[in-house]
């Protein structure tokens, strides 16, 4: 079935970057969106901006929190407000070595890219279930698609993690009239450097590796209307994905090793 105008796209972490994209493709398709991330003032200015084409509603709300996924959830059901998209986009990363961090920085970062994912989910899930159609896009990464590298020691995990969950949620959800996909960018014009301190290194990689964020977004947002479980954007990608996946994983290893120096802080 083609994308419902009934029903609303909740995006976390849409404050920018790949979030704020893809409230903006959705909106653009004429479906009322839900933006949800921590900084106020900039949801509400996307709210204003996007409610020229549909429906646009802002809500406030930190992901670090454990309290929060319920706590969304039922502010929207007291509202009335119907979702059938859930777009799980709110991520960051945390630089340098695993032990270079408190442990209350890897829990918040945990709870944001993992657990908080996992609940809304769950969640939100059961109405799209009863309605017979629904689309959850999940924002992963290349990075949970190659070898891992020293230094931002959760984030390929993680969104390794969120690849094969998706894929799982969407073999259950096949007969159930939901898509679920995995939407694994690559290097992307945002803030997300500028957020974990490594806009000067990144800045360095081959401009062909890079996509802009509406870019991504479209990408995203047409894999899930036509189901399918991952889509990596753009073709630099897609070829890397494809070496790390053919190539003897010690070589894959080796390769991933000698780059990363080029775009992760291993201090």
């Given at each position: 079935m083609p994308l419902r105008h009934d029903r609303h796209a909740l995006v976390t972490g849409a404050s920018s970057g790949i979030g704020a994209a893809i409230a903006r493709?959705?909106?653009?398709?004429?479906?009322?969106t839900i933006l949800v991330a921590r900084r106020r003032e900039r949801l509400e200015a996307l709210a204003r901006d996007l409610s020229a084409g549909a429906p646009s509603i802002a809500i406030a709300e930190d992901l670090a929190d454990p309290g929060a996924p319920?706590?969304?959830h039922?502010?929207?059901?007291?509202?009335?407000l119907r979702v059938g998209i859930l777009v799980n986009n709110a991520g960051y990363g945390v630089p340098g070595r695993y032990l270079s961090s408190d442990w209350k920085v890897h829990a918040d970062f945990l709870q944001v890219m993992q657990t908080a994912v996992a609940e809304l989910t769950w969640r939100f899930l059961p109405a799209m279930e009863a309605d017979g159609w629904g689309r959850i896009l999940n924002v992963a990464s290349l990075a949970g698609l190659v070898p891992s590298s020293a230094g931002h020691t959760l984030y390929g995990a993680n969104k390794a993690w969120l690849i094969r969950?998706?894929?799982?949620?969407?073999?259950e959800m096949v007969p159930k009239g939901v898509h679920v996909t995995a939407l694994c960018p690559g290097f992307t014009y945002s803030e997300f450097h500028d957020v974990n301190g490594m806009r000067e290194k990144v800045s360095r990689l081959p401009k062909a590796l890079?996509?802009?964020?509406?870019?991504v977004a479209r990408i995203g947002v047409e894999a899930c209307e036509a189901g399918?479980?991952?889509?990596?954007?753009?073709?630099?990608?897609?070829?890397?994905?494809?070496?790390?996946?053919?190539?003897?994983?010690?070589?894959?290893?080796?390769?991933?090793a000698g780059k990363a120096k080029d775009f992760r802080d291993e201090g």
């Open positions: 493709e959705y909106a653009s398709r004429g479906v009322p319920a706590r969304l039922a502010t929207l059901a007291e509202r009335g969950f998706s894929e799982a949620l969407a073999l890079w996509l802009d964020s509406a870019a399918r479980m991952r889509v990596v954007s753009g073709g630099a990608n897609r070829a890397i994905a494809a070496l790390s996946k053919y190539l003897p994983e010690p070589l894959a290893r080796a390769l991933v």
